[in-house]
């Protein structure tokens, strides 16, 4: 059965960074877009970037263009999220997800296109 677990969330002053990792294991991986989501309490769960298996095409939030990259490892089948000049903003809990069906675009943008979850990692930006 596949899973996806995170890492590399943690606590870190305003303009610091931090990259987050989610590894797929369990069974054969061939997703067609991966995604990173964050929630904060009381909040729908906001898609902060997607990408492409296959092509590599990135989508990237306003809120965070310029300061996060999404990237995957294909060969390692894992996620990436390099966060940069974090805000107390961005403080949430990170999700990555998978989607295993074609959307319209080259990445899927709503979370109910994400049928297989990870469990979560705390990010968390003080001022």
């Known amino acids: 059965q596949l899973q996806l677990v995170e890492s590399g969330g943690g606590l870190v002053q305003a303009g610091g960074s931090l990259r987050l990792s989610c590894a797929a294991s369990?069974?054969?991986?061939?997703?067609?877009?991966l995604g990173w989501f964050r929630q904060t309490p009381g909040k729908d769960r906001e898609l902060v970037a997607a990408?492409?298996?296959?092509?590599?095409?990135?989508y990237d939030a306003d809120s965070v263009k310029g300061r996060f990259t999404i990237s995957r490892d294909s060969a390692k089948n894992t996620l990436y999220l390099q966060m940069n000049s974090l805000e107390p903003e961005d403080t949430a809990v990170y999700y990555c997800?998978?989607?295993?069906?074609?959307?319209?675009?080259?990445?899927?943008?709503?979370?109910?296109?994400?049928?297989?979850w990870g469990q979560g990692t705390q990010v968390t930006v003080s001022s």
């Open positions: 990408i492409s298996w296959i092509g590599g095409g990135t």
């Open positions: 997800a998978a989607s295993f069906h074609m959307c319209s675009g080259y990445v899927c943008y709503e979370s109910e296109h994400y049928p297989l």
């Open positions: 369990g069974d054969t991986f061939s997703p067609y877009a």
